[in-house]
T-cell receptor
Framework: NAGVTQTPKFQVLKTGQSMTLQCAQDMNHEYMSWYRQDPGMGLRLIHYSVGAGITDQGEVPNGYNVSRSTTEDFPLRLLSAAPSQTSVYFC?????????????FGQGTRLTVV | KQEVTQIPAALSVPEGENLVLNCSFTDSAIYNLQWFRQDPGKGLTSLLLIQSSQREQTSGRLNASLDKSSGRSTLYIAASQPGDSATYLC??????????FGSGTQLTVLP
């Protein structure tokens, strides 16, 4: 069972570079989301999607872009990396058949912006 | 805006002790609450999911309770083991299916 798969696991970027963090799930979940985790601040929601073609902003969306062209994939794009975006990024998915559903997380991408 | 607080931030106990981790939330209009475990440098592993209509949920040595009206949940770990050492996170799911996380409790179980 693959579940939620994130790539890459580690990445170092220079300030101003762009990149895409990949997230794929094989559970046919409609709902997918991206979080960042920073020390002492818990996980904060960046963007989310309730289905293909539908995305919305979370708590900390600035500097990030998303799209959802398929049910399986939900990539996160950093448009122009900044040191403040150094963080661990997690992708999650869950079903929307009922609101009482379990969230599944990927193993994370550790990003350093220098 | 929903806020989730976990107390204590860190806890160290000797092996074999029973312990309780606390989670409180400000908006009682939740759909469910989920407890996760996170090992250093790893992702989040789901431990227990409590639906808003439930009072508690059990899995092995773990028992989670939910008091929605008072905005509280507890995670009870029985007979703790060194392998239980990890950070425990609680998250509540509100409207639009979004999860709001607490900052976690870092648990160390000493052999």
């Amino acid at each position: 069972n693959a579940g939620v798969t994130q790539t890459p696991k580690f990445q170092v970027l220079k300030t101003g570079q762009s990149m895409t963090l990949q997230c794929a799930q094989d559970m046919n979940h409609e709902y997918m989301s991206w979080y960042r985790q920073d020390p002492g601040m818990g996980l904060r929601l960046i963007h989310y999607s309730v289905g293909a073609g539908i995305t919305d902003q979370g708590e900390v969306p600035n500097g990030y872009n998303v799209s959802r062209s398929t049910t399986e994939d939900f990539p996160l794009r950093l448009l122009s990396a900044a040191p403040s975006q150094t963080s661990v990024y997690f992708c999650a998915s869950s079903s929307t058949g009922s609101r009482n559903t379990e969230a599944f997380f990927g193993q994370g991408t550790r990003l350093t912006v220098v | 805006k929903q806020e989730v607080t976990q107390i204590p931030a860190a806890l160290s106990v000797p092996e074999g002790e029973n312990l309780v981790l606390n989670c409180s939330f400000t908006d009682s209009a939740i759909y469910n609450l989920q407890w996760f475990r996170q090992d250093p440098g790893k992702g989040l592993t789901s431990l227990l999911l409590i639906q808003s209509s439930q009072r508690e949920q059990t899995s092995g040595r773990l028992n989670a309770s939910l008091d929605k009206s008072s905005g509280r949940s507890t995670l009870y770990i029985a007979a703790s083991q060194p392998g239980d050492s990890a950070t425990y996170l609680c998250a509540v799911r509100g409207s639009a299916r979004q999860l709001t996380f607490g900052s976690g409790t870092q648990l160390t179980v000493l052999p």
